[in-house]
């Protein structure tokens, strides 16, 4: 079945490093590929999207392709801060007539001042 | 930006009784899903809602499940009965649509339950 899979528990870095979490998924469709973010005591929110396979998304510094031949859209970050301090999922939409978004575990990122 | 809003946000009840999660989505969403997360785990889709009708549930969607949204109320989750393992923060989210930019999902804050 449809999966993403996210190796890195956790991540703990000082500010201005740089930030790469990994993330694969699988699936016989055409996903759209997704970063949410969640912040201590809130639910998640949307990072970037991509649609289209070998496309970037980014935002606020952060960025993403969608990297169609080794099923990967792994995120980056050039210079982390610690309000970058969070939870990061990857998820991934099918459109073979499936509504569910499959998320990942989760990464875990902590940024030391 | 949009917002989810999720009411109560914490809720503790004993083993065998009925709660209700309520959610109230973003305005002019028409997609509507369930989340749940157990501490220290990922979280696992349970079910998404369209036009008074459950679209797609996974199998952590027991029998003991239910969703509604009556005349454009809140979106809410039963359980009943619940048992022990049903503790976990339950996430809502609302999206416009299904597909490009439509199908961001806008989260609310959970409610943790506690089953006693």
């Known amino acids: 079945g449809d999966s993403v899979i996210q190796m890195q528990g956790q991540v703990t870095l000082s500010e201005n490093d740089f930030l790469f979490i990994n993330c694969t998924y699988s699936t016989t469709g055409y996903p759209t590929l997704f970063w949410y973010v969640q912040y201590s005591g809130e639910g998640p929110q949307l990072l970037l999207q991509v649609t289209t396979a070998n496309n970037k998304g980014s935002s606020r510094g952060f960025e993403a392709t969608y990297d169609k031949g080794t099923t990967s859209f792994h995120l980056q970050k050039t210079s982390v801060q610690e309000i970058d301090s969070a939870v990061y999922y990857c998820a991934m939409r099918d459109f073979t007539g499936n509504y569910k978004y499959v998320f990942g575990a989760g990464t875990r990122l902590k940024v030391i001042a | 930006g949009p917002k989810v809003l999720q009411i109560p946000s914490h809720q503790i009840i004993d083993m065998g009784q009925m709660v209700t999660l309520n959610c109230d989505p973003v305005s002019n969403h028409l997609y509507f899903y369930w989340y749940k997360q157990i501490l220290g785990q990922q979280m696992e889709f349970l079910v998404n809602?369209?036009?008074?009708?459950?679209?797609?549930k996974s199998k952590l969607f027991k029998d003991q499940f239910s969703v509604e949204r009556p005349d454009g109320s809140y979106f809410t989750l039963k359980i009943q009965p619940t048992a022990l393992e049903d503790s976990a923060v339950y996430f809502c989210?609302?999206?416009?649509?299904?597909?490009?930019?439509?199908?961001?999902?806008?989260f609310g804050p959970g409610t943790r339950l506690t089953v006693l």
């Open positions: 809602f369209y036009n008074g009708k459950v679209m797609e």
């Open positions: 989210a609302s999206s416009s649509g299904l597909g490009g930019r439509y199908a961001e999902q806008f």
